[in-house]
């Protein structure tokens, strides 16, 4: 493509963990699932370091995550985008807003907020208070976006989501109190900058969908398609994720790993994928090619027999298999 070329039509997905540790089962099967859904609608796959919330990212995780996407025998289209180095951006779209009224300050504290009753996605749901204007003498901390009404999707794999935004969710921060921009904002305009028109990523975040998609019709931005994968859970029910430190997968040894979130997608791998000798001779150091080469008759299979009507049609699941 020349760079004077129009934007490109083709598929785009993406990948984008937040490197707040390494890259653990949970979010392998995001990673498997954007791929080989992108890679079989013949489109693009980009990988994106969700690194605004930087107090809780470390560029070394980062750097991880990518080594070990690569040693799994991922490729990526283009150059890695961090959010980190995106601000102005953010800060654009966001005085556009401020400028149309629909954002507005707020002073309230975390813990007068810790009363109020949660919503659907768990967190407390913002009761208005500054909604009209900051009380006086209160300064403002964080900046709210308004919202309003009530906004559904179709999922792909979920079926219909509708949430009332105010009583379900919440007017939600998009600037915090410390000066960065929040996931909501920072997500919304990097699908659009990057031309993702499918976004697959673990149910978790489900519930910020329609938060996502009410920012991109005050924007003007295209909608995705979105399809929530079951997200993994132990045998108690919690999401294997990074804070519940769940153990990062194994960048010298991918093979199980692999064939395991496979399964988990209800894909049926043949079992002589798992060869023995896709294992390392070394287990010392992570050696991406070496790792890679084992993994390209999976690779094979994978990307010719993926189907995403299979995926189970559950927000969560438990991981079957060790890994
Ligand atoms: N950065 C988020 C995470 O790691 C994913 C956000 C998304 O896919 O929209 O949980």
Not at 71 to 91: C, K, N
Not at 139 to 148: C, H, I, N, Y
Not at 234 to 240: F, H
Not at 248 to 271: S, T
Request: hydrophobic share 40%; glycine share 8%; net charge neutral.
């Amino acid at each position: 493509m020349t760079p004077s070329s129009p934007p490109s039509r083709q598929p785009c997905g993406r990948f984008a963990p937040s490197p707040t540790g390494p890259l653990h089962f949970g979010s392998l099967v995001a990673a498997l699932g954007s791929f080989l859904e992108a890679r079989s609608r013949g489109g693009r796959w980009l990988v994106r370091m969700e690194d605004v919330d930087q107090p809780r990212c470390r560029p070394e995780h980062a750097s991880a995550i990518l080594v070990t996407l690569e040693a799994f025998g991922f490729e990526w289209d283009g150059t890695v985008m961090y959010q980190s180095t995106r601000d102005e951006h953010y800060r654009a779209v966001f005085e556009q807003l401020r400028a149309t009224g629909v954002v507005y300050p707020c002073g309230c504290t975390r813990s007068e907020l810790a009363g109020a009753p949660a919503g659907v996605d768990g967190a407390p749901v913002y009761p208005g208070t500054c909604r009209t204007g900051l009380a006086p003498g209160r300064a403002a901390r964080a900046w709210r976006l308004r919202l309003e009404g009530d906004t559904g999707f179709d999922d792909i794999l979920q079926g219909r989501q509708q949430q009332n935004l105010p009583r379900d969710v919440g007017d939600c921060v998009l600037l915090r109190a410390d000066g960065l921009f929040a996931y909501q904002l920072a997500v919304v305009i990097d699908d659009a900058d990057q031309g993702i028109d499918h976004v697959v990523r673990g149910a978790d975040l489900i519930h910020s969908t329609p938060r996502q998609i009410y920012l991109q019709g005050l924007l003007g931005l295209p909608t995705p398609a979105y399809a929530h994968l079951p997200v993994a859970v132990d045998a108690a029910g919690e999401k294997l994720s990074k804070q519940t430190r769940a153990a990062p997968v194994d960048a010298r040894n991918p093979m199980p790993a692999l064939f395991a979130a496979a399964r988990f997608l209800g894909q049926n791998p043949p079992d002589e994928l798992r060869r023995p000798d896709c294992r390392p001779a070394s287990r010392e150091a992570v050696r991406p090619e070496a790792a890679r080469r084992g993994c390209a008759d999976f690779w094979a299979w994978a990307r010719a027999h993926w189907n995403l009507n299979q995926v189970p049609r559950h927000p969560s699941q438990p991981v079957q298999e060790i890994v």
